[in-house]
């Protein structure tokens, strides 16, 4: 019979569901029946997994106030319920077999169901992990037991193609090793935390089995280009996890193996980390403080806390836009480049939205955990207003906006990099956080960290609370929280104060003003005996502001327009309206619509109409950025005169393989652009503006580089743009297309 002593030390099992499917495996041969082992053995496996999970480390970084667990926080009608109800049916409409179909081929097992395509076809950072951790976060925030179900389905299918040395990818040749294991263990530990999915511990220690043996451990300087193994720096956050929710060690060593020594260290001293490399990738750069972030949870050194808060303040001060966002081109760039960057990045890649995001929230959730300071909760809400609450639905084959977009010429949001990228994976992850963003807890005190409508419940000396926040904001400036409990109680409630406001945060309890009290760390203070009905009103009166990125600009262009923390867009289909626009005084250039939500109209030009940017649609024009040095105005495609032969291709793009074949367009200017991209098999293009002619060679080597020509200086007046196919190409070519993203010009004052 086995030996029950046994069990705790060589089950590598913490949860009771683990500990009773490992009794059961040992105990099949004995002929007994399952429920006299249920009953002889039940009370004691309780107490065993009781003293297994008392046993488990505790954090030696502690924090000085805690997030609100999900279970506690109900989202109420608004944003983002609104967004959340969307992702969350979005995601549970693919089937177990669909998101499963890779990964019983490889295990040669029945694969029924559909391919999912795009990157994970491909196997390039799939985000199956992802996708588990989103589900377990969602059903945790909502309690949809559909998630449950659909997660227990997928770990269930999943663990059944793990083979015996614990190989787990979706194929034999995944892109990037580091990156995926990375997310199966962020899977695995949610469903565990989140979900108490039985062998969610187990498949974890199998597949950390292979991990141990097999990942590159040289730790090249990362940037995530040619010869990256794959985001190898962040895989310590989730690794410490597992050692917070296992006890075992052996997930704390294999964490410090991937410590960012390097990258950390620059941060905190202040060296220019960013001469050491040519490419510093923006997200997983900043995702890796969230392991820099665990490491101080677990050690409390506080080396690591000094690496975040330094880490944060880089960020601020040099590489975040308005919207929140970072990152043009998916790099942190010097000061000179990222001065230019809404304009000489034609990608229009100027914010990895979902992931960018995610790394965001953690890294400020961590900081408001570790520090206490409400200044964190500034960098939150922005996102989720400007980034992901700005976003596209998830279509129906899994896109998602990859990228926000900010260019200064105008732009619009578009599905801009296929279905199933890494980002369909964080987009589920980023929004379920929107849970454990909203209130934090200590042991007197509720933070109230988002204003948004929700409803979260509590306890102060065994005084079960509930408190319930209605609002509008940010269309409207005011706050409203009401109190429910059985009987009086003392505690404080907390407030952020928003480093955006353009005057004194106002409160008033049960319509009485009280004074404003701040504490040193930025949180408004009420502390006093709580009744039944209690209602506490804020103001956060908002205005109008100009913000140049980087933020220390000394130019103070390129700018945005926000009012409070929203980044407003404008349309403007005609022209570029950053003449008409007194970025001195932005008050006096916008005049507010009466009735309508956040809704402005230009003094100079009452025709041109400025809305929250997470108000436009899909492909609807609109500018964010302006700059009057460089007043570029995007051409709609359809204003070009096009000769037969062109074929429509990815977004705007248009291609042509015909000799001959043409598009015109006629101007009013004193410059004109053409954006397009290089590829191996393109041809040589003759550009012709008036009675000048010129040759242009789109072959590259590597397909896709895109890639602009510009023509400035030109007379103010009429002018006319033609760019023709030839038979001419490269002697490298392998074929001869044209092609056109996009016409830009800078039209006559």
Not at 328 to 338: D, K, M, W, Y
Not at 699 to 713: C, I, K, L, T, W
């Amino acid at each position: 019979m086995t030996r029950l002593p046994a069990l705790a030390a060589t089950a590598p099992a913490t949860t009771f569901g683990e500990v009773r499917n490992w009794i059961v495996r040992k105990i099949n041969c004995t002929g007994r029946s399952l429920l006299f082992w249920h009953l002889l053995l039940i009370p004691l496996l309780t107490v065993m997994v009781t003293t297994v999970r008392a046993e488990l480390p505790q954090p030696l970084g502690l924090d000085l106030i805690s997030p609100l667990d999900y279970r506690d926080v109900h989202l109420d009608d608004g944003a983002l319920l609104d967004q959340v109800l969307e992702v969350k049916s979005a995601y549970l409409q693919v089937s177990d077999d669909d998101y499963l179909r890779g990964f019983r081929r490889r295990a040669g097992l029945p694969a029924p169901g559909h391919e999912l395509g795009g990157w994970y076809a491909a196997d390039r950072f799939i985000p199956f992990g992802q996708v588990l951790s989103g589900l377990a976060r969602m059903y945790a925030g909502t309690r949809d037991e559909a998630c449950r179900r659909r997660l227990s389905a997928l770990v269930t299918g999943w663990g059944q193609c793990i083979e015996p040395d614990g190989y787990f990818f979706y194929s034999r040749n995944p892109n990037a090793r580091h990156y995926g294991y990375e997310k199966m263990v962020c899977g695995l530990v949610d469903a565990h935390v989140y979900a108490a999915n039985p062998d969610a511990l187990g498949f974890l220690s199998r597949i950390t089995d292979w991990a141990e043996k097999n990942l590159d451990r040289t730790k090249p300087y990362a940037f995530n280009g040619p010869g990256d193994p794959g985001e190898w720096y962040t895989l310590g956050e989730n690794l410490y996890r597992a050692y917070l929710a296992t006890g075992q060690t052996r997930y704390r060593d294999f964490a410090r193996v991937w410590e960012y020594d390097a990258f950390w260290k620059s941060l905190r001293t202040g060296e220019d980390f960013l001469t050491k490399a040519d490419h510093h990738h923006a997200y997983s750069h900043v995702n890796s403080l969230s392991s820099a972030a665990m490491a101080y949870r677990v050690s409390g050194d506080r080396q690591y806390l000094q690496t975040l808060v330094r880490g944060y303040n880089y960020l601020q001060r040099n590489q975040v836009f308005a919207s929140g966002g970072y990152g043009p081109g998916e790099h942190l760039l010097p000061a000179a480049a990222l001065a230019t960057a809404p304009d000489d990045h034609p990608r229009e890649d100027h914010f990895e939205t979902q992931c960018a995001s995610w790394a965001g929230f953690k890294l400020a959730k961590s900081l408001i955990r570790f520090t206490g300071e409400a200044r964190y909760g500034d960098w939150v809400e922005r996102l989720i207003i400007n980034a992901t609450g700005a976003s596209l639905p998830v279509s129906p084959t899994g896109e998602v906006t990859y990228y926000s977009h900010y260019t200064l010429s105008g732009t619009s949001k578009n599905y801009s990099s296929g279905p199933w990228t890494c980002c369909s994976g964080t987009r589920i992850q980023a929004i379920a956080d929107y849970h454990d963003l909203i209130y934090f807890t200590a042991a007197h005190s509720l933070y109230v960290n988002l204003y948004t409508p929700s409803t979260c419940s509590v306890a102060f000396d065994g005084v079960p609370v509930a408190i319930r926040q209605r609002t509008r904001f940010p269309e409207e400036e005011n706050v409203e929280v009401t109190l429910s409990l059985p009987r009086q109680a003392n505690f404080a409630l907390s407030f952020r104060r928003p480093g955006w406001l353009a005057g004194p945060m106002e409160i008033r309890v049960n319509d009485v003003p009280v004074p404003l009290n701040v504490d040193p760390t930025g949180w408004a203070v009420i502390d006093r005996a709580w009744r039944q009905g209690d209602r506490v009103a804020l103001h956060l009166p908002m205005d109008l502001k100009a913000n140049p990125f980087p933020p220390v600009s000394p130019s103070a262009f390129p700018t945005a327009i926000t009012f409070g923390p929203t980044v407003l867009a404008f349309s403007s289909p005609a022209a570029n309206p950053v003449g008409k626009i007194d970025f001195k005084r932005p008050a006096a250039s916008l005049i507010r619509v009466p009735g309508d939500e956040l809704m402005f109209k230009l003094a100079a030009d009452e025709t041109i109409a400025a809305r929250p940017l997470y108000a436009f649609k899909k492909d609807e024009p609109y500018f964010v950025y302006f700059d009057p040095a460089r007043a570029w105005t995007r051409v709609p495609s359809d204003h070009l005169t096009w000769s037969s032969g062109w074929k429509p291709a990815r977004d705007e793009m248009r291609v042509t393989s015909v000799a001959g074949a043409y598009a015109e367009f006629a101007f009013e200017g004193t410059a004109v652009r053409w954006v397009a991209k290089k590829f191996d098999d393109a041809c040589i293009a003759e550009v012709s503006v008036d009675d000048q002619v010129i040759a242009v060679d789109l072959y590259a080597p590597r397909r896709g580089d895109f890639f602009q020509y510009d023509v400035r200086s030109l007379p103010p007046g009429k002018h006319t743009i033609r760019i023709s196919a030839t038979s001419r190409m490269n002697p490298k070519s392998k074929g001869g297309f044209l092609n056109i993203v996009r016409l830009e010009v800078i039209q006559s004052p």
